[in-house]
């Protein structure tokens, strides 16, 4: 079993940058991928970004692309996310996930993992 620990949110004005971590613990050798999501209240949730813990590969959604960097620091078996130029519709409870995808890093279904969140707001 993995323990993901999501940190980092906050209130933030619009304009702004928060970083997101999230520390795993426990059994990380099964999963080799890490992933935010984001879900705001009435909303389904989102995807946000996808990273191998080697690194070697990285996704974004439609929404952190140009914004949002991912990264990890695997001696810390940690994922970073640097949000910059937040806007209010990035106000969300975001998720940290880890597994095995099969068929496609989008997908909530494919991470058997999850962290409780870390709230970002954002205000205009």
């Known amino acids: 079993q993995v323990q993901l620990v999501e940190s980092g949110g906050g209130l933030v004005q619009a304009g702004g940058s928060l970083r997101l971590s999230c520390a795993a613990s426990?059994?990380?050798?099964?999963?080799?991928?890490v992933a935010w999501f984001r879900q705001a209240p009435g909303k389904e949730r989102e995807f946000v970004a996808a990273?191998?813990?080697?690194?070697?590969?990285?996704i974004y959604g439609d929404s952190a692309k140009g914004r949002f960097t991912a990264s990890t620091d695997n001696a810390k078996n940690t994922m970073y996310l640097q949000m910059n130029s937040l806007k209010p519709e990035d106000t969300a409870l975001y998720l940290c996930?880890?597994?095995?995808?099969?068929?496609?890093?989008?997908?909530?279904?494919?991470?058997?993992?999850w962290g409780q969140g870390t709230q970002v707001t954002v205000s205009s």
């Open positions: 996930a880890s597994g095995s995808p099969r068929n496609s890093f989008r997908r909530a279904s494919e991470y058997n993992n």
């Open positions: 426990g059994r990380t050798g099964g999963s080799y991928a």
């Open positions: 990273i191998t813990w080697s690194g070697t590969s990285t």
